[in-house]
């Protein structure tokens, strides 16, 4: 295969020109150049409004994705995070989260991530509904699913990571918004924000928890914990800390 990157005036004519008199195989347009594959050379363009550069054999034929080393990411010895891309592990026999590694946060490799897997690990217990704030790309809410919880909500309110959760858990409600955009309470909620984003949402985070199961919270750094879970009534049953970030859960004590 050949490349030919194509700077220029009129790049847009030169790119409908090489539309019908080539065939083109890839066509990546930037600001100031295009770029174009073919199996050919490249047809006659007025070289007066064009500057044409071939790229090397290497680069016209780079396969790399970015990819390639993505890993299988073991966060306890019976759970693990991998992208659908990775192969499973045959001598794994513990809980797979399959998570893509797109434009959402929350590919399993954040600290905070780990914490809050960690934590919610470690206080599972079968409920009948949770609620995953500030899902990202839906990887807590996986959880879940992959533990057999019926009733699944998650809310972000960056769109990116409202699609990718939609397309991870097609059976969820995901909303575009904070937990007050959800349409139910749910019995374990769990969020991952940083500190600040914590405390502003706490009040909302409250309103979506009927506390039958564990409140977990994760993605504070370590001078924030106090601040946060002095606001949660209940005994604290979990705490993690991975890297920089913390993580705990809270079990309300009227239950
Ligand atoms: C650190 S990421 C966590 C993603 C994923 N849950 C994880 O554990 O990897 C935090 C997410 O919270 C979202 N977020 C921040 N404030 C929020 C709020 N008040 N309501 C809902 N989502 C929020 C951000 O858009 C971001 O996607």
Redesign the pocket.
């Known amino acids: 295969m050949r490349a030919f990157r194509i700077t220029g005036n009129d790049l847009t004519s030169a790119l409908d020109l090489l539309h019908v008199h080539a065939e083109l195989l890839g066509v990546v347009e930037e600001d100031c150049a295009i770029t174009v594959w073919l199996e050919t050379d490249l047809p006659m363009l007025d070289r007066h409004l064009v500057k044409i550069e071939e790229l090397p054999f290497e680069i016209a034929n780079a396969t790399a994705t970015g990819l390639e080393n993505d890993r299988a990411i073991l966060v306890a010895c019976d759970l693990l995070v991998r992208p659908p891309w990775v192969a499973s592990e045959p001598a794994f026999h513990g809980i797979e989260l399959v998570v893509p590694r797109g434009m959402?946060?929350?590919?399993?490799e954040?600290a905070?991530?780990q914490a809050?897997?960690l934590v919610l690990h470690s206080v599972w217990r079968p409920v009948a509904s949770l609620i995953?704030?500030?899902?990202?790309?839906?990887?807590?809410a996986c959880y879940a699913a992959v533990r057999g919880c019926a009733q699944i909500g998650a809310?972000?309110?960056?769109l990116a990571?409202v699609q990718a959760a939609r397309e991870l858990l097609p059976h969820a409600e995901v909303a575009l918004?904070?937990?007050e955009s959800l349409s139910f309470v749910a019995d374990l909620v769990?969020?991952?924000?940083?500190g600040t984003?914590l405390g502003?949402?706490l009040p909302?985070i409250f309103s979506r928890w009927n506390r039958r199961a564990p409140l977990v919270l994760?993605?504070m750094r370590p001078h924030e914990v106090i601040g946060i879970e002095s606001r949660v009534v209940g005994e604290v049953v979990a705490r993690e800390r991975i890297g920089d970030f913390c993580a705990f859960a809270v079990q309300s004590v009227s239950f």
Do not use: K, Q, W, Y
């Not at 959402?104 to 399993?108: E, K, M």
């Not at 769990?190 to 940083?194: Q, S």
């Open positions: 959402a946060f929350g590919s399993g954040h905070s991530t809050a897997l995953d704030v500030g899902t990202g790309s839906g990887i807590l809310c972000d309110i960056e990571a918004g904070g937990p769990v969020a991952n924000m940083t984003e502003a949402a909302a994760s993605g």
